[in-house]
């Protein structure tokens, strides 16, 4: 069936870099929204970064400036670039997004497992 599976965590200083990707496979006709979701213990997931189906970004406050998402709809791919990362931004993040079923042609939405990633010296 249809599948978004996150890579690209890890462990940084602060003030690094990573880029998270996820992938999407399965019967998909279409990719429309997609966004990146963060969530720290003990807290609520929150929306870090989102992209319509067009191009057009939004980011959350904590973000703007530092973060990037992307997406490459011929690969399928959708991209999380994090520079000038801070402790703050530990959390495990998740990718998620509206996809068009081949089979059926409804959309639904659908959510990755998560990736780590850890900020600190």
């Known amino acids: 069936q249809v599948q978004l599976v996150e890579s690209g965590g890890g462990l940084v200083q602060p003030g690094g870099s990573l880029r998270l990707s996820c992938a999407a496979s399965?019967?998909?006709?279409?990719?429309?929204?997609m966004g990146w979701y963060r969530q720290a213990p003990g807290k609520q997931r929150e929306l870090v970064a989102g992209i319509t189906s067009g191009g057009s970004t939004d980011y959350a406050d904590s973000v703007k400036g530092r973060f990037t998402i992307s997406r490459d709809n011929a690969k399928k791919m959708g991209y999380l670039q994090m520079n000038s990362l801070k402790p703050e931004d530990t959390a495990v993040y998740y990718c998620?997004?509206?996809?068009?079923?081949?089979?059926?042609?409804?959309?639904?939405?659908?959510w990755g497992q998560g990736t780590q990633v850890t900020v600190s010296s």
């Open positions: 399965g019967s998909i006709f279409s990719i429309n929204a």
């Open positions: 998620n997004a509206d996809i068009v079923r081949r089979y059926d042609m409804r959309t639904q939405n659908y």
